[in-house]
Nanobody
Framework: QVQLVESGGGLVQSGGSLRLACAASGSIFSINDMGWYRQAPGKERELIAT???????NYANSVKGRFTISRVNAKNTSYLQMNSLNAEDTAVYYC?????????????????WGQGTQVTVSS
């Protein structure tokens, strides 16, 4: 059983910062790409940042220059550092990872989602 658990959400004032973490646990053989999505009320889920196993990153234009995604492979954890937050960043944030699980072949490779963490930015 593989799980992704997010932490670090909360309430912050406009212009402030938050750091989200996403920890994967379970029978993990390897983790490929990891990413962060968000979903604001009444809107579709939006991909905002991804990171490959080698550390190559990609960002949505809406967060480029303000958010930084990183990962610590030894801890099976990704992070999302969010700076200069504004009201438009208010959303539920979800982490996602492509994980190969199991201890013997054939391994199972699929995408996993965290449960989501609320980020609210007050103006």
């Amino acid at each position: 059983q593989v799980q992704l658990v997010e932490s670090g959400g909360g309430l912050v004032q406009s212009g402030g910062s938050l750091r989200l973490a996403c920890a994967a646990s379970g029978s993990i053989f390897s983790i490929n790409d990891m990413g962060w999505y968000r979903q604001a009320p009444g809107k579709e889920r939006e991909l905002i940042a991804t990171i490959t196993v080698t550390g190559r990153t990609n960002y949505a234009n809406s967060v480029k220059g303000r958010f930084t995604i990183s990962r610590v492979n030894a801890k099976n954890t990704s992070y999302l550092q969010m700076n200069s937050l504004n009201a438009e960043d208010t959303a539920v944030y979800y982490c996602n990872a492509e994980i190969s699980s199991g201890t013997i072949p054939p391994l199972l490779t699929r995408a996993y989602w965290g449960q989501g963490t609320q980020v609210t930015v007050s103006s």
